[in-house]
């Protein structure tokens, strides 16, 4: 978990880092940090889903996940929901910010991924847990958490305190596939985590579109999108 720790530690001081100097940054300049972080979202985004697409056992997995879960969460109306709690924040700190998706958008840039998802469970079924990366488990983690440390000052600073509240979702996440590796050895299946990769990317691509105001693809109601290989790939075992 020594991995998953630094990570999570990342998080929190350059989310507090990002927070702090926000109060200094003038209008103009948060709009460069909004294009900036919308762009690193769109190039994130790409990255998590073309080099997956390549190795897919079913190439409109994706496909099919979006639609689904796009229709579950327009059903329940996730975005409406965020929508309604965020003019509550707003109404209480008396300030217009849309921390809530702003979060979303921090979650998903830190938990979907290669280094997020297979390093804890790297971490967990190797011996090795020194801190020196060049022999580490945690090797994947600690990238992660240097990428982290910089994204977190960046959303922190477009966003505020807000975003700290990525940290412990972010330890919780990590976390569960630290216990699953432990206790059942490498259950998540290759497939699936290629899966989950790729839709998770798209889901990227469409919070930096929502970010630059080309297109508000409500990515919160495609939240769902991310339980649909899972539960494939769970029904698939049983037979």
């Known amino acids: 978990m020594l991995g998953t720790i630094v990570n999570t530690t990342t998080i929190l001081i350059g989310g507090a880092f990002g927070a702090i100097v926000r109060t200094g940054i003038g209008e103009k300049y948060k709009k460069v940090l909004f294009n900036a972080l919308g762009l690193c979202c769109l190039v994130l985004g790409v990255n998590a889903s073309l080099p997956n697409m390549a190795k897919s056992e079913y190439p409109v997995m994706f496909i099919i996940s979006l639609a ?6 327009t059903k329940l109306d996730l975005s409406g929901k965020i929508d309604k709690l965020n003019a509550r924040l707003n109404a209480k700190t008396k300030k ?11 979650l998903l840039l830190y938990c979907i991924g290669t280094f997020s998802i297979v390093g804890p469970v790297l971490s967990a079924l190797s011996p090795t847990q020194g801190w020196a990366i060049g022999e580490s488990a945690n090797t994947y983690l600690y990238t992660n958490a240097t990428l982290d440390l910089v994204t977190s000052a960046v959303l922190a600073a477009s966003y505020g305190w807000i975003m700290l509240l990525a940290a412990p979702v972010l330890f919780c996440w990590q976390g569960m596939f630290y216990a699953i590796a432990y206790f059942f050895g490498e259950a998540m ?3 699936m985590r290629t899966e989950l990769s790729i839709v998770g990317g798209v889901l990227i691509v469409s919070s930096g579109l ?4 080309i297109k508000d693809c409500k990515t919160v109601n ?5 339980l649909v290989p899972v539960i494939f790939y769970l029904v698939k075992s049983l037979f």
């Open 96 to 106: 217009e910010t849309n921390g809530l998706q702003g979060l979303v958008t921090g």
């Open 210 to 213: 929502g970010i630059l105001g």
């Open 68 to 73: 689904i879960g796009g229709i579950i969460g």
């Open 189 to 191: 299946p290759e497939p």
């Open 222 to 226: 495609l939240l769902p999108s991310l």
